[in-house]
């Protein structure tokens, strides 16, 4: 068995809507059948009981190799406690090489699951050991170590639930919500709104109850001290000799560094030492009793309140402490840091010395029924628990917790408040404010140790987005084999031309809104072929883009999948024979029409899927769209378009010197005399173009009047559609300058320069190269095409001959001409620049070059200043 090109595919992919690992995996015959390796089974089911192999009872088709891997890697993730369900294995149409497709809930876990399940099966075929055990912790402590933790984990379900889209901008708490303009980030139980001078406040215990007591919430007396002694005086002053204070650091978090609950000089200096680790000035203050309570604001509301406990054991008269707080420790709630609902006991000198105050050891054995304090505090962090309070919390209560927020500054905060109970006013118990805390943990509020779980994910939501707001921008995804990217440029034209600001991908760069007065309003951003995820990932990155329009080449699709969850409209310009055949074990247009159509799988369920009803393999897509479906067509009597019309959906057509975009007894007619893409019809395969815009920009609800008029000022230049039948004028002499680089392309390209009028005698030459990752038939097919409709044929071969021998492009290139029914002169020439000069020198006036260029935007700039010269 040998696995290659392993593969994240991180959006909805060819097989479904789940992140993924995919590798491509090839079996010797004798893998075929696991049944043929004598006792494999049955090692590998010793190795890892759990796998899920399909019983031999149960089984419709052989069991390889690849299927056993499947199962394994999927297996291995369950077991290690990740939320993994699917996973597939498909044969190729090339013998023994199989595509495994297994589903992960965290990228580095699938791929680290994958990495044992191939030691697990090449254990299993050996007859050698496989540390199940080990392998299983790994898979576990990697998915707790990188998985959101619970606060973020929450927000983010309660975004998933509201329908929006969500992204993280790092492994650790960072978050993105909805896409482009309408976009919001976290961090951990911190939103972009969240004031750095607040949270600043916040981390200043002193300054907060100054401002606390200005705003007249209770909060305990005391004052910053400048050394261990200075710090016993402080104690001093906040009463008489034996009144408990807390030390604990002017800018800590989670407890650290904080001492409760002392009324002897030495541990009072003692403690000064210890905060003083924790930050840069150290705060005495009186110590309040009572319970230690937690209270979390968001925006105005109180959204819920817990009692924290601080981490304890309880006596049975027969185990040590120590082994007492091994038992309670191993509660699976309980985790190292804070992935889990609750953290273990931590077994410290600090918990030794608070043993000690209470006359234990660690040895010690507590009488049954026996209350053991590990340590003062009840932070969670440090193994406390919580217990929920949020339906005792007296208004009063509440008030002051808000105003405490407001007064510090934050959207989000955590109020601790320390008083018997939380049923009675702060003042009528002494009780009071004793921190403001940002980005306050949520996991006492969501899985308390007793009591019920509060919806504060949801809550913070719903301060971050309005009711019925998804934070989601126009979305339109555009394939098909030829007229991707003119389509996408034209639906983007078309989106501006609404005044919305656009971001576009597509096979020549990547663009975002840039000045009106520049590039047509955009700035490119990335150059080059951009038509893949990464690319439409970065656009939604973009806080400037209002609505997006991307290009989606099969490639992509299949190397991660889409790079959004789903699209507004999906639009598919035709397949034809297809491209790029034989790459990816891609061999048919059925195929690649399976490859193509996910964008149409994934359009909202109140989206619209635009698709060519003349093309076969286009048409049938309507069947797996969630959504709606507009055909169109050059004949409005095409009869899928016809069928579809008929019941009363949307249809684009073409009639006679009007594009018609109609439904029902509805028509909006759109003048080919007004669109100058298609030079008043002649160019066939632009005037297809302009229906697909057209339906995806009715799609989109764009007014009909921006589609009109964003038609009309619409041009295929270099500038607006580089490389999309640029015409330049040389000494008299047409210049065609196209990027067709496919059979069908081409003969969309001759046919329309059949209708270009060219005086008697003129002549047409060619300019042509190919593609080396085509297959030999589809470059040879290119210049049997070409052979039979110019006189001059030029080829030439570039540096990137893609994977090719030197000279082997050209040679199909030279088969296929053999023949050619109107070809006269042939030229072989190596340099792209070097082969137009040659067929610029053979022009006469009246003549015309087709010129199949390959470096787009350069060549188009030669082709610029040679006309120009």
């Not at 939320?83 to 965290?106: K, N």
């Not at 302009?690 to 000022?713: D, E």
């Not at 199909?812 to 109107?822: S, Y």
Request: proline share 5%; hydrophobic share 40%.
């Amino acid at each position: 068995m040998e696995v290659s090109r392993i593969r994240a595919l991180r959006g909805p992919n060819l097989w479904g809507r789940h992140t993924a690992i995919a590798a491509v995996v090839q079996c010797a015959p004798e893998e075929r059948n696991i049944a043929n390796l004598p006792g494999f089974e049955t090692r590998l089911r010793a190795r890892f009981p759990e796998i899920a192999l399909i019983e031999p009872a149960e089984r419709e088709e052989c069991l390889t190799l690849a299927h056993a891997l499947e199962f394994a890697a999927l297996g291995l993730q369950a077991e290690a406690g990740c939320p993994v369900t699917f996973s597939q294995t498909t044969a190729t149409l090339d013998e023994g090489i199989y595509q495994v497709v297994v589903e992960y809930s965290e990228e580095k876990v699938g791929k680290l699951a994958f990495d044992y399940a191939q030691q697990l099966i090449q254990s299993a075929l050996d007859d050698t050991p496989f540390a199940l055990a080990p392998a299983l912790k790994a898979l576990n402590d990697l998915d707790e170590d990188i998985r959101l933790g619970p606060s973020t984990g929450a927000i983010v379900n309660a975004a998933v639930a509201r329908g929006i889209p969500y992204r993280r901008l790092t492994e650790g708490s960072l978050v993105q919500f909805g896409w482009g303009s309408q976009q919001r980030r976290i961090q951990a139980a911190e939103t972009d709104a969240s004031s750095a001078v607040a949270e600043a406040i916040a981390q200043d215990k002193e300054l907060t109850k100054q401002l606390l007591h200005a705003a007249g919430v209770p909060v305990p007396n005391g004052r910053t001290a400048r050394d261990a002694e200075d710090a016993w005086v402080a104690a001093q002053e906040i009463g008489a000799p034996g009144v408990p204070v807390v030390v604990k650091p002017r800018d800590g978090n989670q407890g650290k560094g904080v001492a409760v609950k002392l009324t002897q000089a030495a541990e009072i200096m003692a403690a000064f030492n210890v905060a003083e680790q924790y930050g840069s000035d150290v705060i005495v203050e009186r110590y309040v009793h009572g319970n230690d309570f937690r209270l979390l604001v968001v925006g105005k509301t109180l959204v819920a309140a817990a009692r924290r406990d601080p981490p304890q054991v309880l006596g049975d008269g027969v185990h040590t402490v120590q082994a007492l707080v091994e038992q309670v420790n191993r509660d699976p709630r309980r985790g190292e840091g804070h992935a889990t609902s609750l953290t273990k006991i931590r077994f410290d000198e600090i918990a030794l010395a608070t043993l000690a105050k209470q006359g234990y050891e660690a040895t010690s054995i507590p009488p049954k029924g026996a209350r053991v304090m590990l340590r003062n505090n009840a932070n969670l962090s440090t193994g406390g628990t919580a217990t929920d309070v949020t339906d005792d919390v007296h208004p009063e209560v509440a008030a002051a917790a808000i105003a405490a927020a407001q007064m510090v500054g934050l959207d989000i905060a955590g109020i601790d408040v320390v008083c018997e109970t939380m049923l009675k006013p702060l003042q009528e118990q002494g009780g009071g404010i004793v921190e403001v805390n940002a980005a306050p943990g949520l996991r006492m509020h969501l899985s308390p140790s007793f009591g019920k779980g509060r919806a504060v994910g949801e809550a913070i939501i719903s301060t971050m987005f309005a009711p019925g707001e998804n934070a989601r921008i126009p979305v339109a995804a555009v394939t098909g084999t030829n007229g991707k990217t003119t389509t996408v440029r034209l639906l983007a034209h078309m989106l501006r031309t609404s005044g919305k600001r656009v971001g576009m991908t597509n096979s020549d760069g990547v663009y975002v809104p840039g000045p009106l007065h520049l590039n047509g309003g955009y700035r490119r951003i990335d150059n080059g072929d951009c038509s893949g995820p990464r690319s439409a990932r970065n656009v939604l990155l973009h806080p400037q883009v209002d609505a997006a329009v991307f290009e989606t080449a099969r490639g992509g699709i299949l190397r991660e999948g889409l790079g959004f969850d789903r699209c507004d409209v999906a639009v598919v310009t035709n397949i034809g024979q297809g491209d790029h055949l034989g790459l990816n074990h891609i061999h048919t247009a059925e195929e690649i029409a399976q490859v193509k159509q996910v964008i149409v799988q994934n359009v909202h369920a109140h989206g619209m899927a635009v698709l060519n009803a003349a093309d076969p393999l286009v048409a049938n897509m309507a069947d797996v769209c969630p959504g709606k479906v507009t055909y169109f067509a050059m004949d409005k009597r095409h009869p899928v378009l016809a069928e579809h019309w008929a019941r009363g959906e949307r249809v684009v057509y073409l009639d006679k010197t009007d594009l018609i975009a109609a439904q029902g007894e509805q028509r909006q007619v759109f003048p080919l005399a007004d669109i100058p893409l298609t030079h008043n019809g002649l160019i066939t395969f632009q005037v297809e173009n302009a229906l697909a815009a057209i339906g995806a920009g009715w799609g989109l609800g764009l007014a009909w009047s921006v589609l009109h008029q964003a038609l009309k000022t619409f041009v295929s230049d270099a500038q607006t559609a580089p490389g999309r039948f640029n015409l330049f004028q040389y000494r008299g002499a047409t210049l065609v300058a196209d990027y067709g680089h496919n059979p069908d392309a081409i003969l969309a390209l001759v046919q329309a320069i059949d209708k270009m009028p060219q005086p008697a005698g003129a002549k047409r030459s060619v300019v042509i190269s190919g593609a080396g990752d085509r297959r030999d038939e589809d470059i040879r097919q290119q210049t049997e095409i070409l052979g039979a409709a110019f006189d001059d044929v030029i080829l030439y071969q570039d540096a990137c001959q893609r994977g090719r021998e030197d000279g082997e492009v050209l040679a199909l290139l030279r088969a296929g001409l053999q023949g050619a029914k109107r070809t006269t002169h042939t030229q072989e020439i190596t340099g792209e620049f070097v082969a137009i000069d040659a067929a610029l020198a053979r022009l006469n006036p009246g003549d015309l070059c087709l010129i199949l260029i390959d470096q787009v935007d350069v060549a188009l700039e030669y082709i610029g200043r040679q006309c120009q010269s």
